[in-house]
């Protein structure tokens, strides 16, 4: 099974920040990579797909990049709404998923 | 409007076998390409991946659970049933079904509320 490393666990950051969490793939996954965000009480929510791929109605600050086992995330100005767990979640040809490990973040 | 429901018992014992319901609507399992999956989350912690069932009622499961999930679809009810075998304590977690399109994508777009499972005797 491919396994997902996903960090910092967590992170402490101000308003206004730039913010990054990495994800890193124990093979090539090609793009074949999402990111969620969940909220204290709440499923998680789409952000981005495929790696790099904003989803409908999600705000352009925040952003994917990567391919085949090095993914990274970003939110280029932190917003107070921002505070959440955030998950990688790869899948594979046949059809099996797995999540990182999530990402806490947390205002300064 | 698309929203998926999950039900169940809120407390099952351990050896005991659990069964979930998601219920969805506003769309169909018939159709090419929807899917349906089970993924859980522990109190406080991460994600995990359980099973998920297609249109063409393929069924995929995680490899290190399969030998204790069943999932299975009534499409003319509009729901997805799991089932797990031999609960354990560290079974206990919040169940959540969601959507996957596999037609445009591979993730999953809509989630139920979720359902916390207690595993206790």
């Known amino acids: 099974d491919i396994q997902m490393t996903q960090s910092p666990s967590s992170l402490s950051a101000s308003v206004g920040d730039r913010v990054t969490i990495t994800c890193q793939a124990s093979?090539?996954?090609?793009?074949?990579l999402n990111w969620y965000q969940q909220k204290p009480g709440k499923a998680p929510k789409l952000l981005i797909y495929?790696?790099?791929n904003l989803e409908t109605g999600v705000p352009s600050r925040f952003s994917g990049s990567g391919s085949g086992t090095d993914f990274t995330f970003t939110i280029s100005s932190l917003q107070p709404e921002d505070i959440a767990t955030y998950y990688c979640q790869q899948y594979d040809n046949l059809l099996l998923f797995t999540f990182g490990q999530g990402t806490k973040l947390e205002i300064k | 409007q698309v929203t998926l429901r999950e039900s169940g018992p809120a407390l099952v014992k351990p050896t005991q076998t659990l069964t979930l319901t998601c219920t969805f609507s506003g769309f169909s399992l018939s159709t090419s390409g929807m899917c349906v999956s089970w993924i859980r989350q522990p109190p406080g912690k991460a994600l995990e991946w359980l099973a998920l069932?297609?249109?063409?009622?393929?069924?995929y499961y995680s490899t290190s659970l399969k030998t204790r999930l069943t999932i299975s679809k009534d499409t003319s009810k509009n729901q997805v049933v799991l089932t797990m075998t031999n609960m354990d304590p560290v079974d206990t977690a919040t169940y959540y079904c969601?959507?996957?399109?596999?037609?445009?994508?591979?993730?999953?777009?809509?989630w139920g509320r979720g359902t916390l499972v207690t595993v206790s005797s």
């Open positions: 969601a959507r996957m399109d596999a037609a445009t994508a591979w993730y999953f777009d809509l």
């Open positions: 093979q090539d996954i090609s793009n074949y």
């Open positions: 069932i297609d249109w063409d009622d393929d069924k």
């Open positions: 495929d790696a790099s």
